[in-house]
């Protein structure tokens, strides 16, 4: 593993949390990031028990150029090498009304989109000057899916993708890797609340294996569980009139 500072946001719990303590070790320090201190301290100490140095923050994401400053200041402290924007918000809207709540609507926006956007755009900006380094943005299978449950989540996962993509290609020339995971059913605190059917679910660090070997690799784009990837497939190969009809009746 080349990486020897890693950054982790939404690294409480869930694939953050897995992903923390896959790198745990010797000669890593981690720099652990979310909104619970309590549960960032567990994993703080998990973490440190597996030999590596860990440090947390606990603020609100949705505080974006305190989140840029929080940024620059970590990078000027020690030169982040790995960062990986994790945090999230589920979407899942209620069945009754007829439209989300804005509040609800703008939180998801702000957490799920600006924030890593925000935040890949101050570690482009330093990794570029060093000439290196790798921003790993995590989206959603649902990516690929226009999901009336879930209208909000869908489209800001569906514009991550495109700025991942985007700002890979940007970076290029700077020796910068823009990777992208797209997970599918993960056994996380925010999949246990979709009630709805969850195929092919894995615990979360059987995927934090999946996605951290991808990122060694600098892979573009990493789907887990690779079922998913099929599934994608598959589906664009559909008339969209169809994807349509299957998921408005969902």
């Known amino acids: 593993m080349s990486a020897r500072t890693i950054l982790i946001t939404g690294a409480s719990s869930g694939i953050g949390a897995a992903l923390a303590r896959r790198y745990a070790r010797d000669n890593v320090a981690l ?4 909104r619970d201190q309590a549960r960032l301290d567990e994993v703080a100490g998990q973490c ?16 974006a150029a305190g989140f840029a400053a929080k940024l620059v200041a970590a990078d000027m402290a020690t030169p982040i090498d ?4 994790n945090a999230g918000l589920g979407g899942s809207a209620p069945n009754g009304p007829p439209a989300e709540a804005p509040q609800t609507a703008q939180a998801i926006a702000e957490v799920n ?11 482009a900006d330093v990794m570029a000057k060093r000439g290196g380094g790798q921003i790993v943005l995590v989206g959603s299978i649902v990516e690929s899916y226009p999901l009336p449950m879930a209208p909000t989540y869908a489209a800001i996962k569906a514009a991550l993708r495109l700025f991942a993509e985007s700002l890979d290609m ?12 797209s997970p599918g059913f993960i056994d996380t605190p925010m999949s246990r609340q979709v009630i709805e059917p969850k195929p092919f679910i894995i615990t979360a660090d059987a995927a934090a ?3 951290a070997r991808g990122i060694a690799a ?7 569980p690779w079922q998913f990837a099929v599934m994608r497939v598959l589906t664009d190969l ?9 998921l408005s009746r969902a």
């Not at 720099?31 to 979310?34: D, I, K």
Request: aromatic letters at 8%; zero cysteines.
């Open 31 to 34: 720099l652990l990031w979310g």
């Open 218 to 224: 600098k892979k573009r784009v990493i789907v887990v």
């Open 113 to 123: 989109f600006v924030a890593p956007v925000v935040g890949a755009h101050a570690m």
């Open 170 to 181: 940007r970076l290029a020339r700077h020796g910068v890797t823009v990777t992208l995971v």
């Open 238 to 246: 559909l008339p969209r009139a169809l994807v349509r009809w299957v």
């Open 82 to 85: 790995l960062a990986i924007f």
């Open 209 to 211: 294996a999946v996605i």
């Open 48 to 63: 440190r028990a597996l030999g590596a140095t860990a440090v947390t923050q606990a603020f609100d994401l949705r505080d």
